[in-house]
């Protein structure tokens, strides 16, 4: 059984950085679609990154493009979000989830149905305030 897990939320100020991380125990994350989401209080949860299992395709939402990044490492089982020029509506408990397989990062019309992800870890949260 795979089970996901999540760090490097916390606090910071707005235009701050904050990089998570997410890993894995029981299998590897390497043939995996791999995405994270977010859920802000009182909203619905929305995918933010998604990245395929090499690792060479990549979706971010529109909202954070340009300030997140997503990457993975197949040696230390890691796929990470870096998040630069944080915003305080990006504040919210950020999830890693993980596919079965590597059809999900390739669904219509994207990565983000929460329904294709069935590993999915605990959370960290990322609150972005002065």
């Known amino acids: 059984q795979l089970q996901v897990v999540e760090s490097g939320g916390g606090l910071v100020q707005p235009g701050g950085s904050l990089r998570l991380s997410c890993t894995s125990s029981?299998?590897?994350?390497?043939?995996?679609?791999i995405a994270w989401f977010r859920q802000a209080p009182g909203k619905e949860r929305e995918g933010v990154s998604c990245?395929?299992?090499?690792?060479?395709?990549?979706e971010y939402v529109d909202s954070v493009k340009g300030r997140f990044t997503i990457s993975r490492d197949h040696r230390k089982n890691m796929v990470d979000l870096q998040m630069n020029s944080l915003k305080p509506e990006d504040t919210g408990v950020y999830y890693c989830?993980?596919?079965?397989?590597?059809?999900?990062?390739?669904?219509?019309?994207?990565?983000?149905?929460?329904?294709?992800?069935?590993?999915w870890g605990q959370g960290t949260q990322v609150t972005v305030s002065s």
């Open positions: 989830a993980a596919a079965e397989g590597d059809d999900a990062h390739y669904s219509k019309p994207n990565c983000y149905n929460p329904d294709l992800y069935k590993y």
């Open positions: 029981g299998r590897p994350l390497e043939f995996h679609s």
């Open positions: 990245i395929n299992a090499p690792g060479g395709s990549t």
